[in-house]
């Protein structure tokens, strides 16, 4: 009976167990993915630095490579430049030139136009890029090394190392603070001798030049010292050109437990240390007149606290932008498959849709990490660069990278990411007031294709084809208006946005001139950005009289500007004429004989018809001007027009291949955002899931995880909400929580095999709009807090 009994009751205690685990694993639709960790992991350390893992706080950030015998950990500071003195050399162009360049245009003289475009207008200097703060080195001296792991969490913005050596455990933890503004690196290790090695700080060397100093100090500080030079090798003569630029300090400090910190003259060491923590902190002139008195600030207020505090505040300040949203792509995760090895699948053909949702995330997280309140907007490294002259120089792209950067802050409700960059542009718009009276005799504010920390804004190219673009203006006011569409933040737009937008606009009404063939209104001269084409001579040229980009651009800018006006109450004489102006201006999509968007004013062979920009398409994407329903004709050229470039070889960058999954999803047409999605991985992915341009290059990063948002949700067609807009069949069950859209929407929708189940909306704001799912359209009047769940089975 006592036998009886004890089956009975192990067989009741088996079923209650098998339940548990059921009701503890199955997933509902209202499950997201923060059950789970955003991991990266890998089973060895970085070779190399495209396979390090980034951290970053706003302003500082690491490489982590989690090497086991020599740690190596490379440091970022977003104001390390060369300064902005006196070599500079201002273009010496003015209105008589931009009037007789546009006389060469009318007379076909293209390619003489190109050249007094550069020479007139473009400045003749060597050029800035954003350089390294330097790189950390431990010299351990671990051997026999097994279980190693090394991973990125980015769900909490930490990142480990863990192995074991002679079969005693060594773990690094390591996070970059923004409440504290610091750099904290926690060692420790099982081993009864503990951790035995040199701590070095380093800088690279500049043309064979120091760049920086370290010393220890009295109170076993390791202290490294630099001013930021660039000396440009091209020059044959000695000395070299020194652009002398930001100086700085950085600051290690060294807690212990057991063993000891030892100095040496410009090192420190561990002797049998248990555990160690790293403390630390940087500073530059560009933000402190006083940075050293700074990093004592910084280092006291961080040592002050207990480690498990800082980690707790920092993890609190991160989730509160980071767990905004949560993307879950249905149940499959291959979580314990290596990162590196899971891109290697996809290279060989397989689909990785959880991979595909980390990426989404890993976006945002980059963007977090690389520009918080007060810090510089992310460059085209975000802030991760380990050059002294990096590769385009890390600096600031207006013909798209720059803007590619922020695509993804409002849609993915990270709206406070936005300041830095408005920040920046403000200090464009003013010195471009300059450069708009004094070069081309215009009022209002002009901005260049390209710039650096210091906001020049004259044209700085040696050739027309890609560095004389007067577009970027116009397309950076996008962000100011697409940011008061998100948030309705009308101080936002009349103490920010407005006063902007007025400037550029104010400068493109002056800038236009009547075409003689036509008598409309075009921007002259105009390029379409890094693209070419052959004129009736047979030449390659870049000038025309009114590039569809210029076009659209100007056309943006007008109608914003006179919304902005409606909105405000706002009445003046340049409105009344910029209203006058728009009924003349040329539009900025012409259809060619073959279906496709003219480039330019005429219908030229393309130099490159597999060209990576597709600057004549800046109306659709990013652009709002082009729908289905609204220009049906236009729409549908976009498609031929992207068929073509395809065809060609189209999209053979990273950021390029972002740009096509946002187009894609505009055309809603997922499958086809998801086959670019699948290249993007296949052709353009590191293994610690930077875009590679290549090389490096974060804007496809950033432009994919638009790229995701765009898929699942739109909201640019007038008060219209769409659902579920380009869903590839590959995303069979998901979710997504947290979603913005226009009008202060923020947005949750859930789905079943391909089909929506339902969309939760709730609004900051009384709201009206319209749903739109497939080819149902529903009317909702929202009042403000209210949630209103729309789920087609029911309506």
Excluded at 105 to 117: V, W
Excluded at 214 to 228: F, R, S
Excluded at 276 to 304: G, M, R
Aim: net charge neutral; with cysteine; glycine share 6%.
């Amino acid at each position: 009976m006592k036998q009886k009994y004890s089956t009975y009751r192990h067989i009741l205690l088996l079923l209650v167990s098998v339940i548990i685990v059921q009701s503890c694993t199955k997933k509902s639709d209202d499950d997201n993915d923060f059950s789970k960790e955003h991991i990266l992991w890998y089973k060895q350390p970085a070779q190399n630095w495209e396979e390090a893992l980034p951290l970053g706080n706003g302003r500082l950030g690491v490489m982590v490579f989690g090497n086991t015998s020599n740690e190596h950990i490379q440091l970022n500071d977003d104001s390390m430049w060369p300064s902005d003195n006196d070599a500079w050399v201002e273009p010496e162009g003015n209105k008589e030139d931009l009037n007789h360049i546009r006389e060469l245009l009318f007379k076909d003289k293209n390619k003489i136009a190109d050249s007094l475009f550069v020479d007139k207008f473009s400045r003749k200097t060597v050029v800035r890029s954003h350089q390294t703060m330097g790189d950390l080195h431990i010299d351990f001296d671990h051997k026999n090394i097994t279980d190693y792991r090394r991973e990125l969490n980015i769900n909490n913005a930490t990142s480990s190392v863990s192995y074991k050596s002679d079969g005693n455990l060594i773990t690094e933890k390591i996070f970059v603070s923004h409440p504290h503004d610091a750099i904290i690196i926690e060692f420790e290790s099982q081993s009864a001798s503990g951790l035995n090695g040199k701590i070095r700080l380093t800088r690279p060397e500049d043309n064979g030049f120091p760049t920086a100093k370290t010393k220890t100090t009295n109170d076993n500080l390791l202290v490294m010292q630099g001013e930021v030079t660039q000396r440009d090798g091209k020059f044959n003569s000695e000395p070299y050109p020194i652009l002398n630029g930001v100086k700085f300090e950085t600051c290690l400090k060294i807690n212990n437990d057991s063993g000891e910190v030892l100095k040496g003259t410009d090192y420190l060491e561990l002797k049998n240390v248990k555990k160690a923590t790293f403390y630390l902190v940087s500073n530059s002139s560009y933000y402190h007149e006083n940075y050293a008195k700074q990093n004592i600030i910084d280092l006291t207020n961080v040592i002050a606290s207990d480690v498990e505090t800082i980690k707790e505040k920092h993890i609190e300040d991160y989730q509160n932008l980071y767990s905004k949203i949560s993307l879950n792509l249905n149940n499959t995760h291959l979580d314990s498959i290596p990162t590196d090895k899971r891109i290697k699948r996809i290279k060989e053909g397989s689909v990785d849709v959880a991979l595909e949702a980390l990426l989404f995330q890993y976006g945002r997280y980059l963007l977090i990490s690389s520009s918080r309140k007060n810090t510089n907007p992310a460059n085209l490294q975000g802030l991760w660069n380990k050059h002294i002259k990096a590769p385009w120089n890390a600096d600031y792209h207006l013909n798209i990278n720059l803007q590619m950067n922020y695509w993804l802050a409002n849609s993915t409700n990270l709206d406070e990411l936005n300041m830095p960059l408005f920040d920046y542009i403000d200090k464009l718009i003013e010195n471009g007031k300059v450069t708009a009276n004094k070069n081309f005799g215009c009022r209002g504010s002009f901005l260049p294709h390209a710039t650096d920390l210091w906001a020049p804004t004259w044209l700085r190219a040696p050739t027309a084809y890609w560095g004389c673009s007067i577009g970027a203006g116009g397309w950076m006011m996008q962000h100011y208006w697409q940011h008061y569409e998100f948030t309705r933040d009308i101080t936002f737009l009349k103490e920010r946005a407005y006063p902007a937008i007025k400037e550029v606009a104010t400068f493109y009404s002056d800038w236009l001139i009547e075409d003689p063939r036509d008598g409309m209104l075009i921007s002259a001269p105009s390029t379409s950005p890094e693209n070419r084409f052959f004129n009736d001579k047979g030449e390659k040229v870049a000038s025309c009289l009114g590039s569809a980009m210029d076009q659209q651009v100007i056309a943006e800018v007008f109608r914003n500007y006179v919304e902005a006006c409606r909105i405000l109450e706002i009445e003046n004489n340049q409105l009344t004429k910029i209203k006058e102006q728009q009924k003349q201006l040329r539009p900025g999509f012409v259809i060619s004989d073959e279906g496709r968007i003219l480039e330019w004013d005429r219908p030229y062979t393309e130099t490159e018809p597999g060209h990576r920009h597709m600057s004549h398409l800046y109306g659709f994407h990013p652009g709002v001007s082009v729908t289905e329903k609204g220009s049906p004709k236009i729409f549908e050229a976009v498609r031929s027009t992207l068929d073509y470039r395809l065809k060609n070889g189209g999209a053979g960058t990273g950021w390029s291949r972002a740009w096509l999954i946002n187009c894609s999803a505009r055309l809603l047409d997922g499958d086809m955002a998801h086959e670019h999605i699948q290249l993007l991985f296949k052709k353009s992915m590191l293994n610690n899931l930077f875009d590679a341009h290549p090389p490096f290059q974060i804007d496809g990063n950033f432009g994919y995880t638009a790229g995701i948002a765009e898929m699942l949700l739109q909201s640019h067609e007038d008060s219209t909400i769409r659902v579920l807009p380009a869903l590839p069949k590959a995303w069979e069950n998901g979710s997504i929580k947290g979603l913005k859209a226009r009008g202060g929407l923020t947005v949750n929708i859930y789905w079943k095999n391909n089909k929506l189940t339902k969309a939760e909306l709730s609004s900051k704001f009384d709201h009206e709009f319209n749903i739109k799912y497939k080819n149902n359209t529903i009317p909702v009047k929202l009042s403000k807090g209210e949630t209103y769940t729309y789920s087609p089975t029911k309506s």
